[in-house]
C-alpha cells in the first residue's frame, strides 16, 4: 500500500472546493427528490441492530472559516456542496449548516467576535475565575445568545436558509460545544483546568450556567428550521431521521474520566435530555474516553478520525472495532483518503452487531462508487 500522509498545506483536510450556487439557481425540488430517496435506507438504519451506511461529506472549503461572515456567501457556497455531492455515491444526504463561529458564549458577558485574515472568528476570554462567570451571571451581566449581535446574526443566518430553501433541503443546529469546550471560551484553558481543582464548585456552577444558555439558544434554532433539521448536525453524518444532537467535545480528553464525570457529564446528558440523545465528538486519539462516552445515560453515536489524511494522528480502528460493537451505539467515522486506505480503516472497524456510518472523501465520483461497493460488499459477506 502507498504511504501517505497528512497534508500540511491544506487549510481544511475535509474541504472540497465548489462553485458556488446562488439559491435562486439551485433546484430545490431534485435535491428533495434526492434526500427522499435515501431516508428509507436511514430510517431502516436507525431501527436494526446492526448495519452500515455510507456518507460523503462534501465541506465547501471556506464555510468554517471567513466565509461564513457573509450567510449569503456561505449559503452559495453550500448550495454548490449540496449540488456536487449528488454526484457521489452515498446512503446519507448532504446537508446545509448556518455555521457562524463557536465562541457564541463569550457574547452573552460582552465579548465581540475577533475576526483575523482568512481566520474564522475568536474571542477573547475575559474571566480569570470560574466564580467570576458565576457572579458576572448573578449580577445580570450575562443576556441569552439569541440576544447577542453574535447570535441575532446567527439566526438570521437561519432564517435566510430557511427562506431560500422552503424546508426542502435538511439544515442542522449551528456547531455546538459542550459547556467544557463552552467554558474555554470564557476562561484561558489553563485557568479552567486550574479551577477543576481549585474551586471545582464554581466551575461546576458556571457549566451549568454554559449548558442553559445553550438550550435556549438550540430552542430558538429548532423553531426557525422545524421539520428540516438534520441530526445530530456539524461534522456527523446527518438526517432528518436521525437522533441526538452532536456536541464537540475535544477539552474532555484532557481530563480523567472520574473527573468529567463529577464536573461535566450531566450537563451533556442534560442537553442530549432536551433533543433526543446525546452525541459525542472530540479531535485527536480519544480511546481513553471509549467507556465514558459508552456510558452516557443518553448517547446515540460518537465520531472519530481513522486515517492519517484526515487527522495528524488519528484514532487506532482495533480500539473503537470491538469496542463499540454491540454497544447500539452508532460510529461515525471520517476517512480521508482514497478507496485503499479508508477501506484499510473500515475493515478494521467493522465487526458484527456493529452500526457504523462510513465518512468518505474521495477525490472523484469513480473513486466514490468503487469504495461504496467494497463497503457494502464487505458488509453483506458478515450477515
Known sequence: MKEVKFDTTLRDSQGTEVVPVEPEKFDLDAYA?????????????????????????????????????DYRESLALQLGALKSSMAYKADIANFLEPWYGIGYIASCFGSRYIWLPEQAPSVHAKFDSAQAIVDAYKAGNCVPIAETPEGKYNLEMIEYFMDKTKGKVPVSFSDLQ?????????????????????????????????????????????KLIGGALAKPGHGFASSRVFHGVGLSD?????????????????????????????????????????????????????????????????????DFGEAFAGSGVILNARAVGDAEHAFDAFQKLWKPKQKLICVTYCKTPEEQEKLYDMLHEMESATR
Open 33 to 69: 427528490d434526492y434526500e427522499a430517496e435515501l431516508l428509507d435506507r436511514n430510517r431502516a438504519f436507525v431501527d436494526a441492530d446492526q448495519g452500515l451506511l455510507v456518507y460523503r461529506r462534501v465541506r465547501a472549503n471556506g464555510v468554517f472559516y471567513d466565509k461564513c461572515r
Open 250 to 318: 475535544d477539552e474532555s480528553i484532557m481530563v480523567s474520566e472520574p473527573t468529567y464525570n463529577d464536573l461535566f457529564k450531566a450537563y451533556d446528558e442534560r442537553i442530549g435530555d432536551a433533543f433526543d440523545g446525546f452525541v459525542y465528538h472530540s479531535c485527536g486519539v480519544w480511546a481513553q474516553k471509549i467507556h465514558m462516552v459508552l456510558t452516557y445515560r443518553n448517547i446515540r453515536a460518537a465520531d472519530g478520525a481513522f486515517t492519517i489524511e484526515t487527522d495528524p494522528k488519528p484514532n487506532n480502528p482495533e
Open 178 to 222: 459542550s459547556p467544557m469546550n463552552m467554558l474555554t471560551y470564557l476562561l484561558p484553558v489553563t485557568a479552567m483546568f486550574e479551577e477543576i481543582y481549585e474551586d471545582p464548585d464554581a466551575l461546576d456552577e458556571a457549566a451549568s450556567i454554559c449548558t442553559d444558555l445553550l438550550i435556549d439558544f438550540m430552542k430558538e434554532q429548532e
